[in-house]
């Protein structure tokens, strides 16, 4: 079950990181059989803010209001709207000008791996054991020690991290009451909406070029 298209077993470490590499979220022990979606179905990511836990987020881009934040992707993710992936194939400056940032920032989190896996050796070599929950607990050590490193080292600000228990599943709440429930189901519906998703990127684009790109190109 841990053999995926690498056809070697493997387990998947997903992460939200930012550009200070400091990693935000951690979800560790899904088998490398899965793919991006169903990682997401399995993670917990976005429970809190279903449930309304979130802090909240408020922010205008091209003069439309949004209160959902976003994540920078790569293309195999689905088109939800809190994800924001590259285009590409780009049809002019505002498009091309757009892929080119959108892929320079995401790489943070590729840079966060190489970084994770320069640090702890364990990480980036075969494993030496075969329970899944200690491989759990020895990368959950890694990772707590990776942010302190990157807080010692750098200028990141003590920040909070977020690395979900083994094995979790995210499961709708049977404890709510009719109202919460369906504000539950509501804002799963709301980050899984594909328009909004469509509408956000075209708004960042326009943006984009509006604040930066159009400047390099008069430049």
Known sequence: MYQGHTREATIILKAVASHDLWIWHAFFGTSGSHNDINVLQRSSMFRRLCNGESPPCNYTVNGRDYNMGYYLAD???????VFVKTISEPRGKKQSHFAIMQEAARKDVERTFDVLQARWEIVQGTAMMWESETLWQLLTCCVIL??????????VVAQTYD??????????PKDQDAAQLMNFLQMHQNLRDQQVHAQLL?????HMWTHNGNQEANA
Do not use: S
């Open 75 to 81: 293309g195999n993710y689905p088109q939800w709207a």
């Open 146 to 155: 990776y942010n302190i490193i990157v807080e010692d080292e750098g200028d």
């Open 163 to 172: 690395f979900e228990a083994h094995e979790e599943q995210v499961e709708i």
């Open 202 to 206: 075209n708004n960042l684009v326009k």
